[in-house]
């Protein structure tokens, strides 16, 4: 399996890039595919934006890393159908777990709830900590399962003010 590497900048560009052209790599993902992967120059890898689009590239430097893209793959189409995962907190280890599997199966949005039962009690600093951890965490399993969409995870919330923000039903 070729290996994937997610690459932020390429979804805030306004036309797609040309291939061809090198693309510098930040360092988490330099890291992880020079470090973690060892890959060095001339290997083949793929690099997506976290919606839904795909490109083959080449390793094409390791100081600075860049890869220069080769072409254009097939862009993962829309979901037909939009699903979203709402969970309250659980401890870190269960909620990671539960979050990647989320991600593996293809949720479109996760909602991190706090109930009154919940063990784990998050404010401030410490959930928008947590929030970015699995952010991290979404973009690792994504690369894993081959999904080029990435779903978005919502502030940590109470149960109870995200149910007043449910459409009514009809």
Do not use: Y
Request: some cysteine.
């Amino acid at each position: 399996m070729t290996p994937r590497i997610h690459l932020p900048a390429l979804a805030d560009q306004p036309a797609p890039p040309v291939p061809s052209d090198p693309l510098p790599l930040d360092e988490p993902a330099a890291h992880h595919l020079l470090r973690v992967l060892r890959r060095g120059i001339g290997d083949e890898i793929e690099v997506f934006d976290g919606q839904g689009r795909c490109w083959r590239a080449q390793v094409a430097s390791t100081k600075p890393a860049t890869v220069t893209l080769q072409a254009a793959l097939p862009a993962e189409p829309p979901p037909r159908l939009r699903l979203g995962l709402a969970q309250c907190l659980s401890t870190a280890e269960k909620m990671d777990w539960t979050i990647e599997k989320a991600v593996e199966l293809g949720v479109s949005h996760i909602v991190p709830l706090l109930s009154a039962r919940s063990v784990v009690k998050l404010d401030g600093a410490r959930a928008e900590k947590r929030v970015q951890h699995w952010q991290r965490l979404v973009v690792a399993a994504a690369m894993q399962c081959g999904r080029s969409r990435l779903p978005e995870i919502a502030p940590i919330q109470p149960v109870g003010t995200w149910l007043a923000s449910l459409p009514a039903p009809q």
